[in-house]
């Protein structure tokens, strides 16, 4: 007996209409782009901070010094672990009046200067007060 195949038809994809769609989206992103203009590059040289001689001292401060490892000297104090605040307090009752600076080496760890900042604060010494400064490898 001989029964009937049913015939396979190969599938296509129908690539007409995709390049009908794919033309429509070229043609609109040609049309909506914005071209830019060339503008005119300003040149700004900022000014940096070079050490001028100066005979005169502009200020009178005491530093305190962070390390990479975490010691704390003030002024040429070594101060131990956890008593900043205190010593911070004490120090501001003998000086009345003395300004401080904070001198931080680079690869100090950021918590470690937020700890020093917070001594500071709990000490009754505004942070604005004490200017900061990164101390680079030589």
Do not use: C
Not at 20 to 29: A, G, H, Q, W
Not at 51 to 66: H, K, N, T
């Amino acid at each position: 007996m001989h029964f009937p195949r049913p015939v396979r038809s190969r599938s296509q994809v129908q690539i007409i209409p995709m390049i009908d769609v794919l033309i429509f989206l070229l043609i609109f992103l040609i049309i909506s782009t914005q071209f830019k203009k060339p503008r005119n590059v300003l040149r700004i040289e900022l000014p940096t901070v070079r050490e001028v001689p100066s005979d005169q001292v502009a200020d009178l401060r005491s530093v305190i010094s962070v390390d990479a490892e975490g010691r704390i000297t003030l002024d040429t104090l070594n101060v131990p672990e956890g008593l900043l605040q205190s010593y911070l307090a004490a120090y501001q009752k003998q000086n009345p009046g003395r300004k401080l600076e904070l001198e931080a080496d680079r690869k100090l760890p950021l918590e470690r200067l937020l700890g020093v900042w917070d001594s500071l604060i709990k000490a009754g010494i505004p942070i604005k007060d004490v200017p900061a400064r990164i101390r680079l490898p030589e």
